[in-house]
């Protein structure tokens, strides 16, 4: 320390307390309050203002969030119950086409049925109809052949031929 003292008296001749401020300091100190006051007044409020905004921002966006969350609940709610009510719609709408699909079906079954008695009926009274004709033809015939067949069977088949032709004369 003894060499520092002597280098600055050297220098200046006289020797200066370290602990007493000198006028470096306090002109320091005006120019660093100056520029802090410059820097609160001008640049800390724009950028309070940003950050302000930004958490103003920050919190309308969680409650949005939250609110829309909340509505997609009550949508996601609100489509399960219609998509249940339209499930139970549906199946009591195909129950009722079921049902009314077996009526029409038991309907064409009835009338397929009659329909069908009906042909039965008529084809019946048909072949009746047919069957009688064809009896009458026969039964005409039928005499004429038992005189022939009994000419034939007696031995007299020329008589019969001549019958015949005298009877239709």
């Known amino acids: 320390m003894n060499t520092a003292l002597l280098a600055q008296e050297e220098e200046g001749g006289t020797t200066t307390n370290f602990l007493i401020p000198n006028a470096t ?17 001008w640049v800390v409020p724009p950028i309070s203002e940003v ?13 949005n969030n939250h609110q829309a969350a909340r509505e997609l609940g009550e949508a996601e709610s609100a489509f399960t119950d219609e998509l249940t009510g339209a499930r139970a719609e549906a199946a ?10 077996q009526a029409v079906l038991d309907e064409m079954r009835g009338r397929a049925r009659e329909e069908s008695e009906r042909i039965s009926a008529q084809a019946a009274d048909e072949l009746r109809a047919q069957g009688e004709q064809v ?7 039928v005499g004429p052949l038992a005189d ?22």
């Open 25 to 41: 300091f306090f002109v320091m100190l005006l120019i660093f309050l100056v520029v802090l006051l410059v820097i609160m007044k």
């Open 51 to 63: 950050l302000r905004e930004r958490e103003q921002l920050v919190e309308k966006t969680a409650a």
């Open 92 to 101: 009591s709408i195909r129950e009722e086409g079921r049902a009314e699909g």
């Open 135 to 141: 009896s009458a033809q026969l039964r005409e015939q």
């Open 148 to 169: 022939t067949l009994a000419q034939r069977v007696l031995g007299g088949g020329d008589t019969v031929d001549s019958g015949k032709r005298a009877g239709r004369s």
